[in-house]
């Protein structure tokens, strides 16, 4: 049997009174599009809808996604939502009415799950780095095992790939919204918890030790908890049968990844390829080699701007203190002489006021510093945030420092063209629109 027919046939328990169909609302979202793409391997049919339309270009209509119309309804067993589609969406009524049942992105994953073995990936940070590595590593050792991944990997072509059922599903695994407690993983890799996620979890790191707590305990009887170097070592006492401590590498072994923090994750993700069987060059080859995912420390390219400069230009999904400061760091290293221009853009207002105390600080190692306003994102109407509230902190952490504030993506564009130096790396930081508007100068 085939891996596209013993895929069908493992997915074929989802089909519901209308068959292997499924309508994904905000399919344009990171996961979702893994999620089509799985499917879609499966033989499903697939609709999407999304508030931003797919370009005519991409790649999910090429894999056999079709577009929803509200008016001629398909009858599928399935609507899809991401956390950001309301369930009172008009594509998702429009698919109820047509005999489809509604659920959670994170709920299909939870089905997923009881399904086939899934190795999930869970941490406040790293998520996506961990498991696109995890999913190179093995695919450069021939091993054909799937993955469902945030973002896309590069090297890979894809975020997701069904890959052999016979072996479990990478699944990166996501605590907003505590999304992970629908899974019932077979194993887990726990990179680090941190307080994150403010709308979430109020309560701050409390509240949010307690939801992995409850994650953790989802796992399947037998299975191991991968311990990365940075996860909490309270856990172990709660599940000490399953827990797996993982070791440091070799301070020799070389990466293709930059920072200390990518060091920790080459750690666990190693442990685990050791743990599936991966023989020693084999790990080295995949540590050494894979570079990264998409918006993870991504070199645009260069370009010469408006003044005649030539600038680098690099992409990262940062958004928390702790991911902004571990990226510049990262960025010093593998870029250490040439001056950084670090474009910080915060996400969510919750989020601004919830760390506010760290973010100035985690902007020490820039050599320059824009701030560009707040990304609002699910923040009620009532809650302002003003990034300009930085700057003084800002000045006293470094009065001799360039820093600059913008309201607008076209203003920090032309400075760009004519305020910067030549040779200089411009680091687009955050998880809003940043990526776009360092596009805009390509």
Request: aromatic fraction near 8%; glycine fraction near 8%.
């Amino acid at each position: 049997m085939s891996a596209v027919s013993s895929s069908s046939s493992q997915l074929q328990s989802l089909a519901l009174k209308h068959g292997a169909s499924a309508v994904l609302v905000g399919v344009g979202g990171s996961g979702m599009r893994g999620l089509a793409t799985l499917l879609l391997e499966a033989g499903w049919s697939v609709w999407g809808s999304d508030q931003k339309k797919l370009s005519k270009s991409d790649s999910l209509w090429a894999k056999g996604l079709q577009h929803f119309e509200s008016s001629a309804t398909p009858s599928c067993s399935w609507v899809v939502r991401s956390a950001a589609v309301s369930e009172k969406d008009d594509a998702v009524n429009e698919a109820i009415k047509g005999g489809a049942k509604s659920i959670l992105y994170s709920e299909f994953l939870g089905e997923i799950s009881r399904i086939r073995p899934v190795i999930a990936i869970a941490g406040s940070h790293g998520k996506t780095t961990c498991s696109a590595w995890l999913a190179y590593g093995f695919r450069s050792a021939g091993i054909d095992i799937g993955f469902l991944v945030g973002d896309y990997i590069p090297q890979l072509g894809t975020s997701a790939s069904w890959g052999d059922p016979s072996l479990p599903l990478i699944m990166e695994s996501c605590e907003y919204a505590r999304s992970f407690h629908f899974l019932n993983p077979e194993q887990i890799a726990l990179i680090n918890v941190d307080a994150e996620h403010p709308d979430t979890y109020p309560g701050g790191l409390q509240e949010v030790e307690e939801a992995f707590k409850v994650f953790l305990s989802k796992l399947c009887s037998g299975g191991k908890i991968f311990a990365g170097l940075e996860a909490p070592r309270k856990f172990e006492k709660y599940y000490s049968d399953n827990w797996h401590s993982c070791s440091a590498t070799d301070s020799q072994q070389k990466i293709g990844l930059y920072g200390s923090h990518n060091r920790l994750n080459a750690a666990l993700v190693s442990e685990i390829w050791r743990d599936y069987g991966l023989q020693e060059p084999e790990i080295d080859y995949g540590l050494s080699t894979f570079l990264g995912a998409s918006r993870r420390l991504e070199s645009l390219g260069e370009v010469v701007v408006k003044n005649g400069a030539s600038l680098v230009l690099v992409s990262d999904y940062a958004h928390h203190p702790v991911e902004v400061h571990a990226t510049i760091s990262a960025a010093k290293e593998r870029w250490p002489r040439h001056r950084l221009l670090a474009v910080m853009q915060p996400h969510q207002a919750q989020r601004f006021h919830a760390y506010r105390n760290q973010f100035a600080s985690c902007l020490d190692l820039a050599d320059e510093v824009v701030l560009l306003d707040v990304y609002r994102a699910r923040d009620p109407e009532s809650l302002d945030a003003d990034v300009r509230e930085l700057i003084p902190e800002l000045q006293q952490r470094n009065p001799g420092r360039c820093l600059t504030h913008f309201p607008d993506s076209n203003s920090v564009i032309e400075y760009l063209h004519t305020h910067v130096d030549d040779g200089t790396v411009v680091l687009g930081l955050g998880a809003g629109d940043i990526h776009d508007i360092l596009c805009r100068l390509r």
